[in-house]
T-cell receptor, first 113, second 113 residues
């Protein structure tokens, strides 16, 4: 795996609680992405970042916020978790000038009860 | 509406045969099309990228074609092996790199010995 870690790898939480997922990279890549993967839907983009403090929304951003204060860290926050946010979350990175191929982290399995 | 579809959810094939997976899209004009492999419990791994002005790309036993008129990409694995069993995802890159990808739902390939 290309220097990307995600924490935690597994989390069970209750509806209404805040949750923060962390993505950490050691590749110094500029672009970072958060996706969720659900059966029947495939991978869908939540938010992405094109630089420190520069972020934008994706297809399924409602209920999620992100922050990027350092190149290496991209945080995804669920302000008040709901059962519909039970999913597997993947972080990805890409580097300029390399055709846009993305490198994915190992994923975080989140269960909201 | 915009759609990206992979021909079947699952494909079974005999070892040694050529596996052919299809990715069709509508109402997109991608600059690049990418293919990824995903094993259970892991993040997707980049395999191949093909540009809109390329017809075919090869890498070892893998071959990808891209027909922008038909709005279709074919992904071939020749001399398939049980180790090729995985889910294969196609993804559209709409803006020539470093932008979020639009993923298909994937085709689960099983190569039977």
């Amino acid at each position: 795996d290309a220097g990307i870690t995600q924490s935690p790898r597994h989390k069970v939480t209750e509806t209404g609680t805040p949750v923060t997922l962390r993505c950490h990279q050691t590749e110094n890549h500029r672009y970072m992405y958060w996706y969720r993967q659900d059966p029947g839907h495939g991978l869908r983009l939540i938010h992405y970042s094109y630089g420190v403090k520069d972020t934008d929304k994706g297809e399924v951003s409602d209920g999620y916020s992100v922050s990027r204060s350092k190149t290496e860290d991209f945080l995804l926050t669920l302000e008040s978790a709901t059962s519909s946010q039970t999913s597997v979350y993947f972080c990805a990175i890409s580097a300029p000038g390399q055709g846009g191929e993305q490198f994915f982290g190992p994923g975080t399995r989140l269960t909201v009860l | 509406s915009q759609k990206i579809e992979q021909n079947s959810e699952a494909l079974n094939i005999q070892e040694g045969k050529t596996a052919t997976l299809t990715c069709n899209y509508t109402n997109y004009s991608p600059a690049y099309l990418q293919w990824y492999r995903q094993d259970p419990g892991r993040g997707p791994v980049f395999l191949l990228l093909i540009r809109e002005n390329e017809k075919e790309k090869r890498k070892e036993r893998l071959k990808v074609t891209f027909d922008t008129t038909l709005k279709q990409s074919l992904f071939h694995i020749t001399a398939s092996q049980p180790a090729d069993s995985a889910t294969y995802l196609c993804a559209l890159d709409l803006y020539s790199g470093n932008t979020p990808l639009v993923f298909g739902k994937g085709t689960r390939l099983s190569v039977i010995a």
